[in-house]
């Protein structure tokens, strides 16, 4: 019997939970039966998840199969479409071949990859400052690693930032999965135009590390001291056009009311 070992798989996808048999005969699968069960580690008891008698066999999970095609070769692996978190643990596969009898275990391990959203707080906005969040939902297990990185058209080379982050509390969802979100706050000011920011995720889920960006852009500009003082000059000379001309027209419409008596 090959039937050991920790496979990980995604939630939703099918899965195929190994359970190989060597024998030195031919099988003749009407004479053999096959049974799986799963154990939740959590509250430690045993639950049958699929039997196969001869001519009888039966599903206790919905969708549950062992291929008769594949068992004919030895291979007893019991397929299951859309995993759950909850059928995560110890699967267990019971192989008889009169008057043989044997076992063996594989414990399965369900994740979800978190899904990832990176955005401005613009409740918090203010000249020069803002906070940039990094936000995580959906993900499971619970243990997860957020770090900030940037790098500058100066220095192409990662740099860790290790200062004015908040990364939350971790957050259950009625699902079983988790969110988290992680502040980055920058002054901008302070920073090149051009430089890129990075949230980067790392969590079982992942076989690479999940990389989420954005760029700094130039600061909008204040108008300086003299470009202000040069400007109200300017609106007082056209003030003082439009009073002028304001005073000609009411003089000529007086004149054309009421003319002068000699």
């Known amino acids: ?70 068992l004919k070769s030895g ?15 110890e699967y267990r596969c019971e192989v008889v071949v009169t008057p043989l009898k044997a076992q063996g275990t594989v414990q399965l391990e369900v994740v979800a990859s978190p899904a990832s959203r990176l955005f401005q707080d613009q409740a918090v906005v203010k000249e020069n400052e803002g906070k940039y969040m990094c936000e995580l939902s959906g993900f499971y297990p619970k243990d997860i690693n957020i ?12 740099v860790v930032i290790s200062e004015d982050i908040i990364t939350g509390p971790t ?7 988790f969110n988290i979100t992680s ?24 076989h690479t590390s999940l990389r989420i960006n954005f760029t700094l852009t130039a600061p909008r500009q204040s108008l300086s001291e003299p470009e202000k003082t040069d400007i109200f000059p300017t609106h007082w000379w056209l003030i003082s056009l ?21």
Not at 147 to 158: A, C, G, I, L, R
């Open 183 to 206: 502040c980055l706050k920058l002054n901008s000011s302070q920073e090149d135009p051009g430089t890129v920011y990075q949230c980067v995720i790392r969590h079982e889920s992942l």
């Open 75 to 89: 291979d007893a692996s019991l397929q299951l479409p859309g995993v759950q978190l909850e059928e995560a643990g």
């Open 1 to 70: 019997m090959i039937a050991r070992g920790i496979q990980i798989t995604h939630r939703n996808d099918n899965v195929t939970i190994s359970c190989k048999v060597i024998y030195s005969q031919p099988l003749n699968i009407t004479s053999m039966g096959i049974t799986w069960f799963r154990k939740n580690l959590m509250l430690d008891k045993e639950v049958k998840v699929f039997e196969f008698f001869g001519d009888h066999q039966e599903a206790f999970r919905p969708g549950a199969i062992v291929s008769p095609w594949r």
């Open 242 to 262: 439009i009073a002028v001309g304001f005073v000609v027209i009411v003089l000529i419409l007086w004149k054309t009311t009421f003319p002068a008596i000699d």
């Open 171 to 177: 957050i259950k969802n009625m699902d079983g999965t």
């Open 147 to 158: 770090t900030w990185e940037k790098w500058t058209q100066k220095s192409p080379h990662h």
